[in-house]
């Protein structure tokens, strides 16, 4: 059974790199022929598909964000990534990976805010 | 892109009582991909629905949806203690991936 864990530094800087990770366990992210999405949720708001990737490293992104983020896979560390440069106030969220959406499963959430 | 509008914002009711949610489309979703979302406070989303009607794994039968095209309702025929939530409708059809704003539901 899937399971995923989010991670990475929970205060990011205005204008610097959002940088996460979501850890695959379970199973391969190469044997798996579904999306892998990126999705966030600001605080007391709705949630906002970011994007997501297949194995195969084929990617589809919100044009909300403006080509700001960037989705990719760790085969030999089973994990995808998810980078959102320039970031500002607006990107503070808790951001989600979620697998095979909607079905998910999803993971637990990790909670980045951007403050100086 | 598509714009799903909940309606309502809250709904506040006691248990046991009937709730009926809905999520309206700007535009018809594809092959009604339409998933409802619960979502408790801390708690990643749980999925409840997909496919418009189909319950996931382990959701109880007072949980059903309906509809197609541009109208979508989720009905909870009689709400449990645990049922008082968020609950989003996603559309998963066209790109971009979008979710409603989120029907509250409380306890009056």
């Known amino acids: 059974q899937l399971q995923l864990r989010e991670s990475g530094a929970g205060l990011v800087k205005p204008s610097q790199t959002l940088s996460l990770t979501c850890a695959v366990s379970?199973?391969?992210?190469?044997?798996?022929?579904?999306?892998w999405n990126w999705i966030r949720q600001p605080p007391g708001k709705a949630l906002e598909w970011i994007g997501y990737i297949y194995h195969t490293g084929s990617t589809l992104y919100n044009p909300s964000l403006k080509s700001r983020a960037t989705i990719s896979i760790d085969r030999s560390l089973n994990h995808l990534s998810l980078q959102l440069t320039s970031v500002t106030a607006a990107d503070t969220a808790v951001y989600y990976c979620a697998y095979r959406l909607p079905l998910g499963p999803w993971g637990q959430g990790a909670l980045v805010t951007v403050s100086s | 892109e598509i714009v799903l509008t909940q309606s309502p914002g809250t709904l506040s009711l006691s248990p046991g009582e009937r709730a009926t949610l809905s999520c309206r489309a700007s535009q018809t979703i594809t092959t009604d991909y339409l998933a409802w979302f619960q979502q408790k406070p801390g708690q990643a989303p749980r999925l409840l629905i997909y496919?418009?009607?189909n319950r996931a794994t382990g959701i109880p039968d007072t949980f059903s949806g309906s509809g197609s095209g541009t109208e979508f309702t989720l009905t909870i025929s009689r709400l449990e203690p645990e049922d008082f939530a968020v609950y989003y409708c996603h559309q998963y059809g066209t790109s971009p991936w979008t979710f409603g704003q989120g029907t509250k539901v409380d306890i009056k």
């Open positions: 496919g418009a009607s």
């Open positions: 379970g199973g391969s992210i190469t044997s798996n022929y579904y999306t």
